[in-house]
């Protein structure tokens, strides 16, 4: 369930919102220290979004192991009795294309 199993285009879209997002929210606090400080949580959620960012745009493309993923998801699914796409249906036609 690694995000760079997503396709480019899904990566690219993500990381357009995550920019859009922190451009919007962003501050030039302090590298945080104390996570738990309620204070610096605004910084918090920047610095690891910033990160996620990061790990999107440069990570190798690993779409190829997206049927594995299918397979794990239907795996927990038949014992969890929900469904993925009652949380993701914006991912329904990728998941579709992969076997699910």
Partial sequence: ?????????YRKQ??????????THSSNG???????SPE???NQICQDLSSYINYLE???????????????LKLLESGRGNSI???LSE???LFRTAGY
């Fill in 91 to 93: 991912y329904e036609e």
């Fill in 58 to 72: 440069t990570e190798p493309d690993e779409s190829h192991l997206l049927p594995a993923l299918v397979d794990y």
């Fill in 30 to 36: 302090p590298v945080i220290l104390n996570i738990r």
């Fill in 85 to 87: 796409l009652d949380y």
């Fill in 14 to 23: 993500i990381v357009s919102e995550m920019k859009q997002w922190l451009l």
């Fill in 1 to 9: 369930m690694k995000p760079s199993v997503l396709p480019p285009i």
């Fill in 40 to 42: 610096f949580i605004k």
